[in-house]
């Protein structure tokens, strides 16, 4: 019944696509499934509650990336990576449960702080 699809950008020409929300000047495109009815939309950074912000090249390497993104859940990484952390399970609460994305963000950061795992992160 319900389904959200995204295509973030990291430059304002989009170029640059991510396979999730974006908080670089691109911004990010959705469709959203809900009740049979597909809407297309835009989303930028401001719709999360976050300022627009440059681009960052993650780590690279298999090892280097699951090593930095256990350090973002573990709270020892802030910063660009986060947010799109937090962006993406915003919408995770926008689909699920109705959320306002910036109220998911809030949620979302809440989670993350509390050090309560990961994946309970909807159970919240």
């Known amino acids: 019944d319900r389904g959200i699809f995204v295509r973030g950008f ?3 020409e989009r170029n640059g696509g991510i396979d999730e929300a974006s908080v670089f000047p691109g911004g990010t495109i959705v469709a ?6 597909i809407r297309v939309y835009d989303l930028f950074a401001e719709d ?4 627009t912000q440059a681009y960052e090249e993650p780590p690279r390497g298999k090892q280097a990336k699951a090593q930095y993104s ?7 990484i ?3 990576h986060r947010d799109l952390v937090l962006a993406n399970a915003a919408l995770l609460y926008h689909v699920e449960r109705d959320i306002p994305l910036e109220a998911g963000v809030r949620r979302a950061r809440d989670v993350l702080e509390s050090g309560v795992p990961a994946g309970s992160v909807l159970n919240q």
Not at 32 to 37: K, V
């Open 10 to 12: 990291v430059t304002s």
């Open 70 to 76: 256990k350090d973002i859940l573990e709270g020892r």
């Open 32 to 37: 959203e499934l809900r009740d049979g009815d």
């Open 48 to 51: 999360f509650g976050f300022r």
């Open 78 to 80: 802030v910063g660009v």
